[in-house]
C-alpha cells in the first residue's frame, strides 16, 4: 500500500468536495458531514485525516489529509513528530508548496542536529541516517507489537543513495561536521559547537530537554549557569544528554501514536482497520521469525 499525504489550505472545504465525489473513500463518519470529519481530523491525534485501502488506477493507496498550517507548525516545532518525522525520510514530492518545503529545510536540518547529539566523534552515513530515520519510532508502541522490529534499518539500506541525496548538502554546511573517505565522517566536540545546536533545538524537543536538565541538575545538587549560552553547553556536556533526547522524544510521540491510532479505527472503519491490523501483524511476526 502507498501512502500519501495531501496538505490543504482548507480541509473542511476539501472533505467536503472529496465525500461528494468520492464517498466510498470514508467510513460511515461521512453521515455526519465533512464538518464533523474536519473536526475529528484538527482536534484528535496529529491533525491527520487517513483514508486507507482506496483503490485508484489498480493501485492501493492510503491517504492522509493535513491543513498546511498544521504541516509546517509540525515540521518546525515537532509538536507531534507524526509528519516531521515521515519527512525525515526520502519522499516522492508530488506538487511543490513554498511553505512547506522551507519548513522541511528546517525539519532536516534540525533532525542532523539531533542526531549529531547522540553520536560520537566519528561515525558512519549509515549510523547517522538510522539515528535520524529512528527519531518518529521512539515511544511508538506500534514497534513494540505491529511493526517490523528492524524497520529502521531496512528504511536506510533500502535507500541510502536517497538519504545521502537528502542530507549531503546539510551536511556540507555544517561547520562542526568534516565528510570523510568512504562514508565516514567527524564531528567537533567542542562545548560551543555542541552547545549552538542544542539551542537550535525544534521548540518542543527544547522545552522538554532543557526541563529535563534542570531537573536533573537540582537533584543532583548541580550548578547552573544564569548565562544560557553556558547552560547550552553544559547540556550538550551532560553525561545523560542521550536520556534527555530519548525520553523528551518518547514524550512526544506516543500519546499522539496512540490517539491517532484510535482515531483511525473510527475514520478507516472496523472492517479496514482489522484488515491493516492484521497486515501489520503478519510483517510484525514474519521479522520475530
Known amino acids: ?72 507548525k509540525d515540521l518546525i516545532d515537532w509538536e507531534t513528530l507524526y509528519l516531521a518525522g515521515r519527512m525525515h525520510k526520502p519522499v516522492k514530492i508530488l506538487r511543490d508548496d513554498a511553505r512547506v518545503r522551507l519548513a522541511n529545510q528546517v525539519n532536516l536540518t534540525e533532525a542532523v542536529r539531533v542526531a549529531l547529539l547522540s553520536l560520537p566523534e566519528n561515525f558512519t552515513e549509515e549510523q547517522l541516517f538510522e539515528r535520524i530515520a529512528g527519531i518518529s519510532y521512539k515511544g511508538d508502541f506500534r514497534m513494540i507489537v505491529g511493526e517490523n522490529p528492524n524497520k529502521v534499518q531496512n528504511i536506510v539500506s533500502s535507500q541510502m543513495e536517497n538519504f545521502h541525496r537528502l542530507y549531503f548538502s546539510l551536511l556540507d554546511d555544517l561547520p562542526n561536521v568534516t565528510i570523510l573517505n568512504n562514508g565516514q565522517l567527524q564531528q567537533s566536540d567542542n562545548p560551543r559547537f ?13 522545552d522538554k530537554v532543557i526541563k529535563q536538565h534542570l531537573n536533573y541538575a537540582s537533584r543532583k545538587n548541580i550548578d547552573v549557569p544564569e ?59 514474519a521479522a520475530k521469525k
Request: with cysteine; net charge positive; proline share 3%.
Open 227 to 285: 548565562d544560557r549560552t553556558l547552560l547550552y553547553e553544559q547540556v550538550a556536556q551532560s553525561d545523560v544528554l542521550n536520556k534527555y533526547i530519548e525520553s523528551s522524544l518518547r514524550d512526544i510521540i506516543a500519546r499522539t501514536a496512540i490517539t491517532q491510532s484510535i482515531k483511525g479505527i473510527f475514520t478507516a472503519g472496523t472492517i479496514k482497520t482489522t484488515s491493516y491490523a492484521g497486515e501489520k501483524l503478519k510483517k510484525w511476526w
Open 194 to 206: 555542541r552547545g549552538l545546536m542544542v539551542k537550535k533545538l525544534p521548540k518542543t524537543l527544547y
Open 1 to 72: 500500500m502507498v501512502d500519501f499525504i495531501f496538505g490543504v489550505s482548507h480541509p473542511g472545504h476539501w472533505h467536503d468536495i472529496n465525500i461528494q465525489q468520492n464517498p466510498h473513500h470514508y467510513s460511515g463518519l461521512r453521515m455526519f458531514g465533512s464538518g464533523a470529519v474536519s473536526l475529528l481530523q484538527e482536534k484528535v491525534g496529529a491533525g491527520v485525516y487517513f483514508n486507507p485501502y482506496v483503490q485508484v488506477n489498480g493501485m492501493n493507496i492510503k491517504y492522509g489529509v493535513v491543513s498546511i498550517d498544521r504541516l509546517c
